[in-house]
């Protein structure tokens, strides 16, 4: 231990505020405070501190720093009371402070090798808070000592912070979690305090108006703070670093890729502790299946700088068919002179002078996302345990890595879309106009040309949407139902194989399968079921696998877990297989229905017809004359496209009931149909490559649209779409007229029920005043009969 005084932060701003004190007061007040508790064999060792330090002290108060030499008996007292007694004080970094102020008194060597020179040995003040460059006192922590002694009022403030410690000759940060312990300090008025509310610190106001208001209110010159700090370091790089690499990766202001990836670079660097690697990370990309080489994204690949510009491609190409056929961890810890039948890339790696190098291969969900290289100009600097330290990151790399794919993914298909994407044959006419201008702007020397806007005035929309009722619920409860079988097999399992091994792990592997077996039936939270997956993945994922691979002689034990996880034909994934499947011949069946009749949607008058993909499918139609000019428009092929559309959803209807005893998993679909009158003006977006409305009164459809989904029926809690129904929604009376004799048509030839339900439905958010028809579809009758299985496999292929 060590009895030197410290400023370990010099030049903050505020600390000639404060009036703080040294005294040893407040922790023998604590020690008596617990020995009134204690009912242990402490209470010995208590008395004889308590009374150590009442003989030593005889009565004194307050004391000088200058006298501090007087006490050292004292201080090692307080650090063998709160230090645990089989603690090695080699290893703890720990230290006394003087209160509220970063000034050491008293500390373990450890403390003091973070402020001292490592050739010198020289003390100096070399901490820095995480992210600033300036410092200032803790306030927050200051504050809440005053409110919670002077006016018994908890204000919670965090009583620890990240510091950083800086090696000169590296350049690199080692990342501290300073803990404060302020329990021993005493907050003494210097008079009469003001008077405060107490409501003030439970309307939940901005965090910094409440300092503000007490920085005005309670100026730290009323109070002086008399005791003694406690401070425990504790080396928190790994958590530092991986947190740092979390928030590059998930970060979207860092849209630079070198920059991201510098970064990423220099974090790796610091959690190894090394600044003579060279570090580099190459995705995996492919197209059309096959790979190819990116210069930009192997920029900071040693192989691809030793394998030079002329055959770096070919080369590069040659070496990834090859690795990645196969890939595997390769370290080469020294590459001295060259040996028959040494590796390929050795060679060129020894010619730029590189003496130590590794290929670590990255997995995304189990595919090769990219490598890692690690190499070094000095030999054996780049081994197993340097890799292992790396091992804790290397799910974020492939996050990253997988990022780089989905980018250069994302721009391939940019390019196609920007240059060959096909138009439906209903607007391409009016694509081709906007080309044909663009290149007229540019052979008149108008520079730079400009793509117009795509508009269609005045056109008709219709809106409909199939959706598979209670999706949500039927997955989660497929997933429960899965899970509830594979803890059965997998606690079978274990009990058998610790049967047969006597292995203590297994054991408490079974109690921990025990418990996520139970908790099954309540209900999981997102983190309960992040935990579940990392103990079926990671625990008992790789250990059930080490022993089928290890242990030949309980192999048959394991093998009917791993037979039952397997996704494609394992009981335990059953549920899910099965409700996947019934939603893929809802959709799939649901889709070839509306390819088909968009394409005859044609032949009456043409018509832009646009799905999306949602758990169901909803679709949008515009028809109207500025799509068609050279076709003249009449409202009767309106009407005839809002007939087609009801007779269409009840032919869904049909179809999908049809498939019932088809599905592994029972499903219904709701449909429902949104009609709005009026015209709108729709314009092509280039930024999301389809059709949006235009102009602030047409915005109306599009909210409208976009939040009736699940809308209830006006005073209940039903919803308005239900199975086996179709649900119309309108704003005005005139609307459902033309709705309402459709549907008496269709009554008539037998395919709906004879029952219409009048509702009006909720408010919405904006959106007011809507009702809607709902009626029902007979799928039984002649006319209203379900299709054929023949008609069925149509619509499905």
């Known amino acids: 231990m060590l009895n030197t005084v410290v400023h370990i932060i010099k030049g903050i701003e505020g600390a000639e505020l404060l009036d703080s004190r040294l005294s040893f007061r407040g922790f023998v007040n604590f020690l008596k405070e617990r020995r009134r508790e204690e009912g242990t064999m402490r209470v010995r060792f208590l008395d004889y501190v308590i009374q150590h330090f009442e003989q030593r002290l005889q009565g ?66 070399c901490m820095m808070e995480k992210g600033k460059e300036r410092h200032e006192l803790k306030y927050e922590l200051i504050y809440s000592l005053i409110l919670r002694q002077v006016y018994n009022i908890d204000f919670p403030a965090g009583n620890s912070m990240v510091r950083s410690w800086v090696n000169e000759e590296t350049g690199l940060s080692t990342f501290y979690r300073m803990n404060i312990d302020t329990r021993f300090t005493v907050v003494v008025p210097k008079g009469p305090m003001p008077e405060i509310d107490a409501r003030l610190f439970e309307d939940h106001l901005p965090h910094s108006e409440v300092m503000a208001w007490l920085k005005e209110h309670i100026p730290l010159s009323l109070v002086r703070f008399e005791g003694i700090n406690a401070l425990t370091m504790t080396d928190v790089t790994t958590d530092y670093v991986v947190d740092s690499l979390k928030n590059i990766i998930l970060d979207p202001n860092i849209i630079e890729k070198e920059v991201r990836l510098r970064k990423v670079i220099h974090y790796l660097k610091v959690l190894v502790r090394r600044t003579d690697l060279e570090i580099g990370l190459v995705p995996f990309l492919k197209v059309n299946g096959k790979p190819v080489f990116s210069q930009e994204l192997c920029r900071h690949s040693v192989l691809a700088e030793a394998l030079g510009d002329e055959t770096m491609a070919k080369t590069y190409l040659h070496m990834v068919e090859e690795y990645f056929l196969h890939p595997q961890l390769l370290v080469y810890t020294s590459i001295g002179d060259a040996q028959p039948g040494e590796a390929f890339v050795l060679e060129p790696l020894r010619r730029i002078g590189i003496k130590c190098y590794a290929l670590v291969p990255v997995f995304y969900n189990n595919r090769l996302a990219g490598v890692m290289e690690v190499s070094s100009r000095t030999e054996f600097s780049v081994d197993h345990e340097l890799l292992a330290r790396l091992d804790v990151v290397l799910p974020l790399l492939a996050q990253l890595l997988q990022r780089s794919v989905d980018e250069f993914d994302a721009r391939i298909k940019a390019t196609v879309k920007e240059n060959f994407t096909s138009i439906q044959p209903a607007v391409e006419w009016k694509f081709n106009e906007a080309a044909w201008h663009f290149e007229e702007m540019r052979e008149l020397g108008e520079y730079p040309p400009v793509i117009e806007t795509i508009y269609f005035k005045d056109v008709y929309p219709l809106y409909g949407a199939i959706d598979i009722r209670n999706s949500t619920i039927g997955r989660n409860g497929a997933l429960r139902r899965d899970l509830e079988v594979q803890f059965d097999i997998l606690t079978a399992t274990l009990g058998r194989l610790y049967e047969a091994v006597k292995l203590q792990l297994i054991e408490e592997l079974l109690f921990q399968s025990k418990s996520w077996r139970k908790a099954l039936t309540g209900a999981l939270t997102t983190a309960d079921e992040l935990s579940l997956n990392t103990f079926l993945k990671d625990k008992v994922g790789g250990f059930l696998e080490h022993f089928s691979e290890s242990r030949p002689d309980v192999k048959e034990i394991v093998r009917p877990y791993l037979e039952a996880i397997d996704e ?65 428009f009449d409202l009767l092929y309106l009407r005839n496209l809002r007939l087609w559309q009801l007779n269409s959803m009840a032919t869904i209807v049909r179809l999908t009931h049809a498939l019932l005893p088809q599905m592994p998993e029972r499903l219904e679909t709701t449909q429902l149909i949104f009609m709005h009158s009026s015209s709108i ?82 408010e919405l958010q904006g959106v007011s005043g809507l009702r809607a028809l709902r009626v029902g579809v007979k799928v039984d009758s002649e006319e209203g009969k379900a299709p054929t299985r023949v008609e069925m496999e149509r619509m499905k292929d």
């Open 568 to 632: 494609e034909k394992g009981v335990a994934f059953s549920n899910r297989r099965d409700l996947e499947v019934s939603i893929q011949l809802v959709n799939k069946a649901v889709n070839r229905h509306l390819e088909v009749a968009a394409e005859e949607l044609q032949k009456s008058y043409p018509s832009y017809f646009e799905k999306f993909r949602t758990d169901g499918i909803e679709y949008d139609i515009y028809i109207g004359q500025s799509i068609a000019p050279d076709h003249p």
């Open 60 to 125: 004194k108060d307050l004391i000088e720093i200058e006298e501090l030499g007087q006490y050292g008996d004292l201080l090692e007292l307080i650090y063998t009371c709160i230090s645990p007694a089989i603690s090695d004080e080699s290893e703890l970094v720990w230290a006394l402070a003087v209160p509220v102020r970063p000034t050491v008194i008293y500390g373990t060597e450890p403390f003091y090798d973070l402020l001292r020179d490592p050739h010198t040995k020289e003390i100096k003040a």
């Open 681 to 762: 003006d729709i314009s092509f977006r280039k930024d999301e490559r389809r059709f949006d409305v235009e102009g602030g009164y047409n915005i109306r459809y599009q909210v409208v649209k976009k939040r009736i989904d699940k809308v209830h029926v006006r005073d209940t809690n039903e919803r308005l779409t239900q199975p086996g129904k179709i649900a119309i929604i309108y704003l005005n009376e005139r609307e459902a007229d033309e709705y309402r004799g459709y549907i008496r048509y269709m009554q008539e030839k037998g395919i709906l029920t004879f029952e219409v339900e009048n509702l009006e439905l909720e």
